[in-house]
């Protein structure tokens, strides 16, 4: 039972990471990214062919998985998305489906078909004994890091100069400029971090997906919208309750419920958008 | 009547007219069918594409609702007519039916919905319904053979015609008689009162309202006019290919259908056809070409197709159609 809980909310922290991104880009600026997910897998590719070919040591990777991703979305941002911020949704997600569409043959002409696997070092294998339940080390691994990353977002957005800037340029970009802030670039470093927290999650993710493969863009496009979804836009807690509601709900779900697979997470998205289509987790009246 | 009420009914019925353009593109359309024989199941794809397409373009065209989930209803119809089949009753103008009819109603109860929320929200609900239908067939498997798909074999149209492997020809022509059906009877709708209040539905959601048009009751309408037209092409699909298959609710097919509408331009109905036709032809081209790698040029076409602006390139077929057909197109509506 708490191995389950624990497996969930590890996975649920997982989710978070990945979303993180997804739901400041569609929150703050309001924009659709469907190609969130592309951001992942080169995340992801950056750590699991750093170990496999050159060696490089797990955590080494990380920051790499974080930067490399990040530079790509800027420099997309700057070029192409951008040109986009004021478009209808329909043309957004037209446009970023196209780029999905465009990263999964790329991913697939360089490195193939198959999935990269990922090599964990032996630290963080294997399971320990908590309160006489089995936890895994990694998922343990997962939950503090992915912790660590949701508290910084927390207090980066709260308590910095930043972070308010980049609430006031959102509420209304006009004043915002009209005060001296510049809000291209307050875009474009938030378009960054978001693509950047992707790759790292997609980095964390490659173990326990087992191993990244050109399909991951669309396969977990879904789990972020529906994180996204049920978590509501406005703001990190939303997006964190949300993404460990699901993780959750998904792993206790395959393990008790086989038969109905996917259909638990769903449905309980169907549900929130119905009952509260700004989200579970979203105070009053969010955009 | 008064004067400018006959001007106005002159007016639609001069818009309702069929134009001779239109006549020599149906037309072309069957000559095609019988010219090329060999590439008989290409066609086929292309008009049962295009009947696909023509269902969004009811919704995004006409009232202006988003939708990333059309698959859901070309499943489950393609579904419904190929269980059906399998149980025996391998009639295919009752499994068209059938599979308008499950459509339909799944349109009709998803319906409410889509009057909640933004255009977000939209997207993402019908994404989600999409999904959930999917799974259930993914999870039904003692009814629709899961993974494996489901196979049949059809019975002849009418008695008469058969289609599948044997009449690949059959099978296009049967097409083709489905969708000038379905297309003359989605134009009249068009034209229809409650086709022009959609328009204006389309245009400005709360001006319509305060001019009296019941703005739910339209859209929850005609989603479930295009869920069964969705419904339609998915047991075409099914009748046509003898099988029924789990990636029918795939997202890709909702997204195909979008880019094909959007490539031939959305509103006046053609769009979807002669997108499907652009969409299917330039597949098959750049899939001979490079079999695994298609996907590829597919979003390549997306990502311009935005960022040169899709209703400049809608407006450039939309122009390239009224030169070669003038007049017919006088009306034709935005994107």
């Known amino acids: 039972m708490l191995t389950i809980l624990i497996d969930g909310v590890g996975y649920g922290m997982l989710l978070f990471v990945l979303a993180a991104g997804l739901s400041v880009t569609l929150g703050l600026m309001n924009f659709i990214n469907l190609a969130h997910g592309a951001f992942g897998m080169l995340g992801g590719y950056v750590t699991v062919l750093l170990m496999n070919r050159l060696g490089v040591p797990f955590l080494v990777t990380l920051p790499l998985a974080f930067l490399v991703p ?4 800027v420099a997309m941002e700057r070029t ?25 043959p790329i991913a697939n002409y360089l490195l193939g078909d198959s999935p990269q696997q990922m090599h964990l070092p032996e630290w963080l294998k294997g399971r320990y004994e908590f309160a006489g339940f089995g ?25 910095t100069r930043f972070g308010a800037r980049l609430r006031a340029a959102v509420d209304d970009p006009t004043v915002a400029s009209g005060l001296g802030i510049d809000v ?104 | 009547m008064r004067p400018h009420e006959q001007r106005i009914a002159q007016h639609l019925h001069r818009r309702a007219r069929w134009r001779w353009s239109e006549i020599a593109f149906w037309i072309a359309v069957v000559v095609i069918v019988f010219v090329i024989p060999s590439r008989a199941s290409l066609i086929n794809e292309i008009l049962v594409n295009g009947l696909f397409a023509l269902s969004l373009d009811l919704i995004l065209g006409l009232a202006g609702v988003v939708s990333l989930g059309h698959a859901a209803f070309l499943g489950v119809g393609a579904y419904a007519a190929g269980i059906l089949a399998a149980q025996g009753l391998d009639d295919p103008t009752l499994g068209l039916l059938v ?36 799974e259930i067939a993914n999870r039904a498997s003692w009814l629709t053979g899961g993974a494996d798909g489901l196979e049949f074999t059809m019975g002849k149209v009418l008695g008469l015609f058969p289609i599948g492997f044997t009449g690949q020809r059959n099978a296009a022509l049967y097409s083709l ?53 969705a419904g339609v092409a998915g047991a ?31 509103g006046y109905l053609y769009g979807g056809i002669i997108g499907a036709a652009l969409f299917v032809v330039l597949r098959d081209f750049i899939a001979s070409a490079t079999p695994q790698y298609w996907e590829f040029w597919i979003g390549l076409l997306l990502v311009v197709l935005v960022l040169t602006g899709r209703d400049r390139v809608s407006a450039l077929v939309l122009r390239a159609a009224r030169t070669i057909m003038p007049n017919s197109l006088k009306q034709g509506g935005s994107a």
């Open chain 1, 70 to 73: 990040a530079l790509v979305g």
């Open chain 2, 99 to 134: 599979g308008g009819l499950f459509g339909g109603v799944l349109g009709l109860v998803t319906a409410p919905l889509l009057l909640r929320g933004s255009d977000l929200t939209r997207l993402m609900v019908t994404l989600g319904v999409s999904l959930m239908f999917g």
């Open chain 1, 80 to 104: 192409l998305y951008r040109r986009l911020y004021g478009s209808s949704p329909l043309d957004q997600v037209l446009f970023t489906i196209g780029l999905v569409f465009m990263a999964m």
């Open chain 2, 177 to 229: 008689v489905v969708l000038f059906v379905l297309f003359v009877l989605a134009r009249r709708i068009r034209q229809s009162p409650f086709g022009l209040s959609l328009t204006a539905v389309r245009e400005n959601r709360l001006r319509a309202g305060a001019l009296g048009i019941a703005t739910h009751r339209r859209i929850i309408g005609v989603y479930a006019i295009s869920a069964a037209y």
């Open chain 2, 236 to 266: 075409l699909l099914a009748q046509t290919t003898a099988i029924a298959s789990l990636d029918l609710f795939d997202f890709h097919r909702s997204a195909d259908v979008m880019l094909m509408l959007i490539i031939g331009g959305a």
């Open chain 1, 184 to 287: 291209d670039r307050l875009f474009a470093i938030t378009f960054a971090v978001g693509s950047g927290l992707a790759g790292l999650g997609g980095a964390l993710a490659a173990d326990v997906v087992g191993g990244i493969d050109p399909s991951f863009p669309t396969k977990f496009m879904v789990m972020f919208l529906i994180v996204v979804a049920i978590g509501g836009t406005n703001g990190i807690l939303g997006a964190l309750l949300g993404a460990l509601l699901i993780g959750v709900l998904d792993v206790a779900g395959k393990y008790y419920i086989p038969s109905l697979g996917a259909f638990i997470i769903y449905a309980v998205m169907l549900v929130t958008l119905i009952v509260r289509p700004q989200g579970l987790f979203a105070k009053g009246d969010g955009r």
């Open chain 1, 135 to 159: 936890v895994g080390v990694y998922r343990s691994f997962l939950i503090v890091v992915c912790g660590a990353i949701a508290l910084a977002l927390q207090v980066f957005l709260v308590g």
